[in-house]
């Protein structure tokens, strides 16, 4: 079932106040959402009836302090959480209102994920590792395994098809994840701390990557990060506190808070 | 993905080998030790396959091969006058000692023919002429029998046409030599003519072992063995009867089925436990690799095929490895015949889907955690 996410949600969704440019086309938005682990003592509300939203051809980074609820919120918006409460809109696709299997399909058509950790396969080549996700969207191997490879050029990794992940630097390794993210052209890219466990340089050259990746058309890159070396990518900046997105920044407003973060 | 699934598995090398070889033992424990039953079991209905009878006649209370009470010599003619029996004959079969060439004396499983027709004769002559057996104190002995352990003892070679021993201080010489299947005691085949069988044998008041008859041609053979039943009170048994008999009684009065039976269930357990432990800790360690993929859009359904497959594959090298294992087993032992082995086609189908069902236990371990697991697990630090 798709609803268009604007007929359903008419209003806007974001409850932090917007500093800069409201957003355009919207790719993402989220409304509401709580999420609750565990019971009794041991009860922890991670969100607390946050609000997001997102557009097309945006770079947008989701920060704040540890314990705030940022990963939670981006599995949430990914479809590999399920919300307690809220409602979750991908591209005019109203998730929440999906079944299990529903927003499984949905992530492996439309999402392209990026870990911290790169969670490449050990034991795969890195243009077996890349191909996944068109396998899983049905494509043969042979055309899987010739897109993977282009990929793998175009991260710059031309002739390191066959080699093992483990042979392969913390930066490289991550292009690999990039170019696995990227290869099944998803509408939505998920990232989680992706310069996290990279040198400065390194970091720098993954994020040109994400950036070009996000002004493809249609496209919406989301990254959850820690590191302040990274915010100039961003085209908006949505901080979180307290299970909330308490901030959201975009344009003039953006630049005097990257500013900021950077002088502290 | 079921490709990339393999490869998964078999770029871990200490979980692979440690899945194949678990299953590879478990299959070996399995099929062996069924193989060498079968053997054994087979060797306790050796004498039906050595003297080829239609219809086995025995005193009413005997309820397997091996084991004879004697009947009246009268009993013969009153089987010959049962309606549909073509011809019967007396037959003597004990275990008698055999006084060799260095006095040693060995067991032998003495078998007495009826004369006139040598009904019950061994399938196969290597030496001599089986009709001899006619002349006064002549035996045909099997290979068994040759061999410088047993009645060859003290010879200082294997026994052979012309040379003599004593059964109950009696002679016997050799005048053939014959290929049996080898008894379930182990003891060595001695033939000899009924008569003769008497006189080898201690006296007692009734002599005659058993009475092996043929039906006439037309005559179902186990209709006949009714007959002969309800009209003499005898014991009357078609092949497949007596052989079920037997093995029954062997199931119900020794503990050989049981013993072999337990170390084939040991087998299966071992293999659920070694596979279902190493195949659960692979699942373990890829756990953040099957999240990826979860997250990615792998369906429970997916990544349960994937586990599965991976699973099946592993058997079915296992399993083969196994078998090749129990083979050879096999023919290291088929030129000694020690320990019995007897491989099934049925039973070698049966421990693949043994040995399929331990990988599907095993994969099923792996599923029940895959399926609980939350994608967002790959977010976590």
Not at chain 2, 33 to 38: A, E, K, N, T, W
Not at chain 2, 256 to 276: K, Y
Request: aromatic share 8%.
């Amino acid at each position: 079932m798709t609803t268009p996410f604007r007929s359903v949600n008419p209003v806007s969704l974001t409850a932090a106040p917007v500093v800069g440019n409201p957003p355009s086309s919207l790719a993402v938005g989220a409304r509401g959402i709580v999420k609750v682990f565990g019971v009794g003592d041991a009860r922890t509300q991670a969100l607390k009836g946050a609000d997001f939203e997102a557009s097309e051809g945006e770079l947008h980074l989701i920060v704040g302090p540890s314990g705030c609820g940022k990963t939670t919120l981006l599995s949430v918006l990914a479809g590999t959480l399920s919300s307690d409460q809220g409602e979750v809109n991908l591209f005019g696709t109203r998730l929440t209102g999906l079944s299990s299997s529903e927003v499984t399909r949905f992530r492996c058509r439309h999402i392209g994920f990026i870990f911290q950790q790169f969670n490449l396969i050990p034991t795969l080549s890195l243009v077996e590792n890349v191909s996944v996700p068109l396998l899983l969207n049905g494509a043969g191997r042979r055309d899987a395994e010739a897109k993977a490879a282009e990929r793998l050029r175009q991260v710059g990794l031309a002739g390191r098809e066959r080699q093992l992940p483990t042979q392969l630097s913390g930066g490289q390794q991550q292009r690999v994840a990039i170019a696995r993210a990227l290869v099944h052209e998803p509408r939505l890219v998920i990232c989680d701390e992706p310069t996290s466990a990279l040198d400065s340089m390194t970091g720098h050259q993954i994020m040109e990557l994400l950036s070009t990746a996000a002004k493809a058309p249609g496209r919406c890159v989301l990254i959850v990060t820690h590191d302040p070396r990274i915010y100039g990518y961003a085209d908006r900046i949505s901080v979180m506190e307290d299970g909330r997105v308490t901030h959201v920044h975009a344009g003039a407003s953006l630049s005097s808070y990257i500013h900021s973060e950077n002088r502290s | 993905m079921f490709l990339l699934a393999l490869k998964m598995l078999l770029g871990d090398r200490a979980k692979y080998w440690m899945l194949v070889g678990g299953l590879a033992f478990s299959s070996l424990l399995m099929t062996q030790q069924y193989s060498v039953f079968q053997g054994l079991m087979s060797w306790t209905t050796s004498h039906m396959r050595n003297m080829r009878a239609s219809i086995w006649v025995v005193e009413s209370r005997v309820e397997q091969v091996n084991e004879s009470k004697a009947m009246r010599d009268t009993d013969v003619n009153r089987v010959r006058s049962v309606e549909g029996v073509d011809f019967a004959v007396p037959l003597f079969q004990g275990v008698l000692k055999a006084r060799t060439a260095d006095g040693s004396d060995k067991m032998i499983q003495m078998i007495g023919l009826h004369s006139g027709t040598l009904y019950g004769r061994p399938p196969r002559m290597i030496e001599g002429d089986i009709a001899q057996l006619r002349l006064p104190n002549s035996v045909v002995i099997d290979t068994l029998a040759m061999e410088g352990t047993r009645l060859g003892s003290g010879m200082g070679r294997p026994l052979r046409v012309g040379d003599v021993f004593e059964i109950n201080d009696r002679e016997a010489r050799v005048v053939g030599i014959c290929q049996t299947e080898r008894h379930f005691f182990g003891y060595p085949y001695v033939f000899s003519s009924y008569d003769q069988a008497l006189q080898y044998s201690p006296r007692q008041r009734k002599m005659l072992s058993m009475i092996l008859a043929e039906p006439k041609p037309g005559w179902d053979t186990a209709e006949v063995a009714q007959r002969i039943m309800r009209e003499t009170g005898l014991r009357a048994f078609t092949v497949p009867q007596l052989e079920a008999s037997t093995i029954r009684w062997v199931w119900n009065n020794t503990g050989i089925p049981i013993s072999f039976l337990t170390t084939i269930v040991l087998g299966f357990v071992v293999g659920v436990a070694v596979c279902g432990q190493t195949f659960y800790s692979f699942v373990l360690e890829n756990l953040r690799n099957l999240g990826a993929l979860k997250a990615m859009g792998a369906s429970n359904g997916l990544l349960a095929g994937m586990l599965l497959f991976q699973a099946m594959i592993v058997g079915l090298i296992g399993f083969g490895m196994g078998i090749g294992l129990t083979a050879l087993f096999g023919l290291t032992v088929a030129q000694s015949g020690q320990p019995p082995f007897k491989a099934d086609a049925a039973f070698v189908f049966q421990s693949l889907a043994a040995v399929l069902v331990i990988c599907a236990l095993a994969a099923l371990f792996g599923i029940r955690r895959v399926a609980k697991l939350e994608p967002a697990i790959v977010f976590r630090g």
